[in-house]
């Protein structure tokens, strides 16, 4: 159900909060493409060193998701926001200091990847805090509006981070760019102040943590599996480019934030409409033919056109399955089922980066966007099972 034209405050702190996570998430945007860059050109590592460069941190997330949902529940999601927005800042500086011993490439890489390992860690606080924050705002009837909102502002941050990253990159060099992303999570953490927080749930009983995740394992699944393609982009949709002579290789983050947030925007309230798997399955089919007109590009515009359809077929998947999550919990198990589901996703971009860089080497860069077709297309297959699983039930 979309949001109604009176004045509501609850709506008015949701958008707050997203604009918040926009301005904040640049932190992490403007490094996405620059990362593999920095680690293949100047400090000359291979394609699964780079890979590993992006791909660490999702590991840093996938692991501390739990503690994460945990912490939201039990403490609030507010001092879980604030929380990750100081690691933010941390990530930042470390990956600074990386650039300034550049000359050193080893010492550098283990700097750049402790910096990458408190960004993931600040990531996983940020992303559930936030969605748990907004819920608690708006009431649960709406939470996939929240996750479409809050998806929002992260994947646009990346489509104008990825660009402005590279200006910045191109003008300042490695450390120049992270010292001015620094910047970005302070302010996001001076506007946060004053937002009111919501109750958390402290004396609530808490079954273990792989007990929620048992709920909820399959939609994450289809999660981890549409992952991949936006994985494939963000981590070697560059190097693709330069790889066969094209310009505008700084475009793909671009052309997929302008799909997914155009999708979000105009179709957000979908899954609260017509239920979360229609709207995931159909994704799906649009995320696989984008993952395969990049595979199959002969020019940069078709590829941009692949990036811009992934863009469109990714958006809706997390907010719809999130939605279905969301309905399977007890309220004060929300962000820990949430927390969990998130790290299928953060599975498939962790995962992706160095076996993409692998496969690579081995294959080419092509290669990386005809795995993401094939996995797109699997998750399809797990979500129409689980509209068969449904449809059994309810008979």
């Known amino acids: 159900m979309a949001f109604q034209s009176t004045p509501d405050p609850a709506r008015g702190r949701l958008l707050l909060l997203s604009t918040i996570l926009f301005i904040s998430y640049l932190c992490i945007g403007m490094s996405f493409p620059i990362v593999p860059l920095y680690v293949s050109e100047q400090l ?3 394609n699964v060193w780079a890979g590993l460069g992006v791909g660490i941190a999702f590991f840093a997330t996938i692991l501390t998701r739990g503690y994460a949902g945990s912490l939201s529940d039990h403490r609030g999601a507010k001092p879980a926001v604030m929380r990750g927005l100081a690691l933010y ?22 700097l750049l990847l402790v910096g990458r390992l408190l960004l993931g ?17 708006v009431g649960p009837a709406r939470s996939g509006r929240v996750l479409a909102l809050v998806g929002a ?12 990253g590279l200006a910045l990159f191109d003008r300042f060099g490695f450390a120049g760019m992270m010292a001015i992303s620094a910047v970005l999570p302070l302010l996001g953490l001076l506007a946060i102040w004053r937002v009111p927080g919501i109750a958390p749930h402290p004396g609530a009983e808490r079954p273990p943590f ?16 549409q992952g991949i393609g936006f994985a494939a982009i963000g981590a070697f949709f560059t190097l693709y480019f330069l790889d066969r002579g094209w310009n505008y290789a700084g475009l793909g983050l671009t052309a997929f934030g302008v799909g997914f947030v155009l999708m979000r925007v105009f179709f957000g309230h979908l899954p609260d409409r017509i239920g979360g798997l229609p709207v995931a399955a ?71 980066g160095p076996f993409a860089g692998l496969l690579a080497d081995r294959a080419g860069y092509g ?5 993401g077709t094939v996995a797109a297309i699997a998750g399809l297959l797990f979500t129409l099972s689980l509209r068969r699983m449904r449809a059994v039930v309810l008979n």
Do not use: N
């Open 44 to 46: 000359r590592f291979g």
């Open 89 to 110: 800042v941390a990530g930042a500086l470390m990956a600074l200091a990386a650039g300034l011993v550049a000359h050193m490439p080893l010492p550098s890489f283990l």
């Open 121 to 137: 860690l600040g990531e996983s606080l940020v992303a559930v805090g936030i969605i748990a924050w907004g819920i608690g705002f």
């Open 153 to 164: 502002a992260i994947y646009g941050a990346l489509a104008v981070g990825g660009p402005i």
């Open 210 to 225: 792989w007990s929620v995740i048992g709920k909820v394992w399959l939609h994450g699944a289809v999660v981890c599996l």
């Open 282 to 352: 159909g994704s799906l089919v649009v995320e696989a033919v984008g993952q395969l007109l990049i595979w199959s590009a002969a020019d940069p515009t078709v590829a941009l056109a692949g990036a811009f359809l992934t863009g469109l077929g990714c958006s809706m998947i997390y907010p719809a399955l999130g939605r279905e999550v969301v309905s399977r919990v007890e309220p004060h198990l929300r962000g820990t089922a949430l927390g969990g589901f998130s790290a299928f996703q953060d599975l498939a971009y962790g995962l992706t």
């Open 367 to 371: 290669s990386v966007f005809m795995a």
